[in-house]
């Protein structure tokens, strides 16, 4: 078959596929959710209502997770000084830092005047792993910041332990 064969079967069954899910019942499922009708039921009112258009962060109370307090905000950069606990095995002492949100998951931290890039989870900012590069979306995002100062939010970390390789 040519590639030109290929590619509107491609096509073709993806259309097929597009138009069945869109013509469809979409509450699916879930597995863990089995035994729980009350859970089942508020899950699908939320794949209804993300159907429909809807934010679910706009009109659904936050979730369990945390304490909602985080001293890092959810996207956009901050900067401010980085420290580690006694004992651990780097000591960084107030150290400067500009840092990034990378996909609300992690944070991408470069320190000021110094090759050293620390990656941490988004939502623990006890441990911190060095790293040797990062994302190139979260490099650009640090690239472009000229006065961080002014353009980020303020946060000072501490953290219990800084993981070398």
């Given amino acids: 078959m040519n590639d030109a064969l290929k590619g509107?079967?491609?096509?073709?069954v993806t259309?097929?596929?597009?138009?069945?899910?869109?013509?469809?019942?979409?509450?699916?499922?879930i597995a863990f959710l089995k035994d729980e009708p009350s859970?089942?039921?508020?899950?699908?009112?939320?794949?209804?209502?993300?159907l429909q258009g809807d934010d679910p962060t706009q009109v659904q109370s936050p979730t369990a997770a945390g304490n909602g307090q985080s001293p890092m905000p959810s996207t956009g950069c901050f900067h401010?000084?980085?420290?580690?606990q006694q004992?651990?095995?780097?000591e960084l002492h107030e150290a400067p830092?500009?840092?990034?949100?990378?996909?609300?998951?992690h944070i991408?931290?470069?320190?000021?005047g110094q090759p050293i890039y620390l990656k941490m989870p988004r939502d623990d900012y006890s441990e911190a792993v060095?790293?040797?590069?990062?994302?190139?979306?979260?490099?650009?995002?640090?690239a472009d910041i000229k006065s961080p100062i002014d353009e980020c939010q303020e946060a000072h970390v501490v953290l219990r332990n800084l993981v070398t390789f």
């Avoid at 509107?8 to 073709?12: E, G, K, P």
């Avoid at 859970?39 to 993300?50: M, P, T, V, W």
């Fill in 8 to 12: 509107i079967s491609i096509l073709a």
């Fill in 15 to 29: 259309a097929v596929s597009v138009g069945w899910m869109l013509n469809s019942d979409n509450n699916f499922e």
């Fill in 39 to 50: 859970a089942q039921q508020e899950a699908i009112a939320l794949q209804d209502a993300i």
């Fill in 80 to 84: 401010g000084f980085v420290s580690t």
């Fill in 87 to 90: 004992g651990s095995s780097v």
């Fill in 97 to 105: 830092y500009v840092g990034v949100v990378h996909d609300n998951e």
């Fill in 108 to 112: 991408y931290m470069r320190l000021t």
């Fill in 130 to 142: 060095v790293q040797e590069a990062m994302p190139v979306t979260a490099a650009s995002a640090l």
